[in-house]
């Protein structure tokens, strides 16, 4: 942790372009999806679906552009904010818009069989386990803020980028994999994707944790700005993952056993009067 301030950095055309693309083309092709879906006749999606899913977009423009972008660029404590709606606030609503139900829904039978096909294969399960998505996660956060990385993206606005993108793919893929409606190829019971969500709690809160008492962290930014970031990802981190679990737990349906149902005397008796007439019957030898 270095107390010196962030390199200052424009916010030219190319610095709003291409996130206000991505902000109007998601929420453009996801109704487009969803219209087409309506008119196939197939099963209308809940609008809490739509809503869900639009709200994730809304997240990302404010995380996006100005004024945040801006303030992430010139102080840490903005970068922790766009950071926590890149990476979990708006995976989680997006995720929650089951965008893979829509485009299967959209698409023709053929077409679909196909997709749902890929999604069951043995090549993705190793890559959508959520064990994968919170060393992606975890990994990336660790990475980016305990080596230089960090310092270098405030430098470079196509590593910047790549750095927003990996944040926000691997976001969704942890939302996706650990509580998501869509169907994933990869996907454990419900108690052991607690566990692996307790993990990610566990390794936010010590990222945090360190990066307040200024261990391992390699970042240029003044003392008071990296202890700010830091309680904002230890309890904004916690709220995002809380909503997470509270849409697993949602999901839980544990398996009840049912009761067996007692013989009533008189079907007993029937049964036995049964067998006792098929004996009778038997030729005798």
């Known amino acids: 942790m270095h107390d010196h301030p962030l390199p200052e950095r424009g916010d030219g055309l190319w610095d709003v372009l291409p996130p206000l693309a991505l902000v109007a083309l998601l929420p453009a092709v996801y109704l487009l999806l969803v219209r087409r879906a309506a008119r196939s006749g197939r099963r209308p999606l809940p609008r809490r679906r739509t809503a869900s899913f639009l709200t994730g977009c809304v997240l990302l423009a404010v995380a996006l552009l100005p004024p945040l972008a801006a303030f992430a660029h010139r102080d840490f404590r903005g970068h922790m904010l766009q950071h926590l709606l890149i990476g979990m606030y708006a995976p989680v609503a997006l995720v929650m818009g089951a965008p893979i139900t829509v485009l299967l829904r959209a698409l023709p039978v053929k077409h679909a069989r196909r997709l749902t096909g890929v999604l069951r294969s043995r090549a993705l399960r190793p890559p959508t386990h959520p064990v994968t998505a919170l060393t992606l996660t975890g990994g990336g956060m660790a990475v980016l803020y305990f080596t230089p990385l960090y310092d270098a993206t405030a430098a470079d606005p196509v590593l910047h980028r790549l750095v927003h993108a990996h944040f926000l793919l691997s976001g969704c893929l942890f939302a996706w994999v650990i509580a998501g409606p869509d169907p994933a190829p990869s996907r454990p019971g419900v108690p052991a994707r607690l566990v ?88 005798t030898r």
């Open 196 to 283: 692996v969500l307790g993990a990610a709690i566990a390794a936010h809160a010590v990222i945090a944790q360190l990066m307040y008492g200024g261990y391992l962290v390699d970042v240029r930014a003044p003392i008071a700005q990296v202890r700010g970031a830091a309680e904002i990802m230890y309890y904004g981190g916690d709220i995002a993952e809380l909503l997470l679990a509270a849409a697993l737990v949602a999901t839980w349906r544990p398996a009840s056993r049912r009761p067996t149902r007692p013989r009533s005397p008189r079907g007993t008796r029937s049964l036995a009067g049964g067998r006792a007439a098929a004996a009778a019957r038997r030729p």
